[in-house]
């Protein structure tokens, strides 16, 4: 057992606990090994390499940000076009069904502009018809046609065709059967009577001068 060293001994050397320091080849402690300074060649070096290291990443991460930015967009896109064609193939359904029931109306609106022509819309038939007429209108149909406007034929049938003197240009002279139309679909086009300007009235006026 060795002695603790008495009152006037040195000691050899500090005390290290730590066994890390101690090389176990030569028994000599280690000196711990210094780092550079934040100025020196290695410390620059290795704070230039975290920070180009740290500038790719921010920029590796902005670029997939942009990326996803620009896949959210484009799906947002389709989405938005997805909904305006399923709201546009909704209303044309709609709509389509409609032309559909009004279409099979048309005889029976028919049926009671005759017998109002006529002044045989009367009694309880005149209530029917009238409240028909009230429900179709609220529904958007719309009947036209009328005596005396241009003649149209997108929205006119022409059945009967003659000259008069007493028209400028082609227009309706009688509507033989109205048409009817939901907004800018036409149900059913006005069937009419037509007359042109007569091309004979102008040379028999300037005969009659000329006399």
């Known amino acids: 057992m060795t002695n603790p060293p008495t009152e006037g001994e040195e000691r050899e050397g500090p005390v290290i606990r730590d066994k890390r320091r101690i090389d176990p080849q030569t028994g000599q ?12 060649p290695g410390g620059g070096s290795a704070a230039a390499s975290a920070g180009t290291t740290t500038s790719e990443e921010t920029e590796a991460l902005k670029t997939q940000l942009d990326e996803r930015t620009l896949d ?8 938005d076009n997805y909904r305006k064609r399923v709201e ?16 099979e109306l048309l005889p029976v609106l028919d049926d009671i502009g005759r017998a ?13 018809g009238e409240a028909l007429e009230a429900v179709t209108g609220k529904l958007g149909l719309e009947r036209f046609g ?21 028209v400028t240009e ?6 033989l059967q109205p048409g009817y139309r939901i907004g800018e679909r036409v149900l059913r086009p006005a069937r009419v009577a037509v007359a042109e300007p007569d091309p004979d009235a102008g040379d028999a006026e300037s005969g009659g001068e000329g006399e």
């Open 29 to 40: 402690v280690r000196e711990p090994a210094e780092r550079p300074a934040p100025g020196s």
């Open 72 to 79: 959210l967009k484009r799906l947002k896109a389709e989405y």
């Open 88 to 103: 546009r193939d909704r209303v044309a359904v709609r709509e389509q069904a409609l032309a559909n029931v009004l279409n």
């Open 116 to 128: 109002r022509d006529h002044d045989e819309l009367t009694g309880g038939f005149k209530s029917v």
């Open 146 to 166: 009328e005596k005396g406007e241009p003649f149209d034929p997108v929205v006119h049938e022409a059945l009967m065709h003659a000259y008069s003197a007493d």
């Open 170 to 175: 082609t227009s309706v002279v009688d509507v």
